[in-house]
């Protein structure tokens, strides 16, 4: 069955760093636009970041564009995202999700995609 496994979250401090990763099964991992996707408490799903298929094209909501990068390794089914410069405000649990569509800009900011994983909690405090 299809599986999507985050892992990597943990508590960090204000200005630290930390990488998140996506393993994948269960599907044909390299037709699928992959995104990470968070919700802090109280507040609804937001979507972070998103890249397509070939990691052509990439999505960044823009409170972190500069400070997030994504990107994928199709040979081991496994989508990073590489977290810096932390704010207390990027806490939240982060999911990764996966789609067919290439739509990125409109799957990740709307957060339609067709599979999820369970989530990992990042905690961003002093």
């Known amino acids: 069955q299809v599986q999507l496994v985050e892992s990597g979250g943990g508590l960090v401090q204000p200005g630290g760093s930390l990488k998140l990763s996506c393993a994948a099964s269960?599907?044909?991992?390299?037709?699928?636009?992959i995104g990470w996707f968070r919700q802090a408490p109280g507040k609804g799903r937001e979507g972070v970041s998103c890249i397509t298929k070939n990691a052509i094209s990439t999505y960044y909501t823009d409170s972190v564009k500069g400070r997030f990068t994504i990107s994928r390794d199709n040979a081991k089914n496994t989508v990073y995202l590489q977290m810096n410069s932390l704010k207390p405000e990027d806490t939240a649990v982060y999911y990764c999700?996966?789609?067919?569509?290439?739509?990125?800009?409109?799957?990740?900011?709307?957060?339609?995609?067709?599979?999820w994983g369970k989530g990992t909690l990042v905690t961003v405090s002093s």
């Open positions: 999700a996966a789609t067919p569509s290439i739509r990125i800009a409109y799957v990740c900011s709307k957060a339609e995609m067709n599979y």
């Open positions: 269960g599907f044909t991992f390299n037709d699928y636009t």
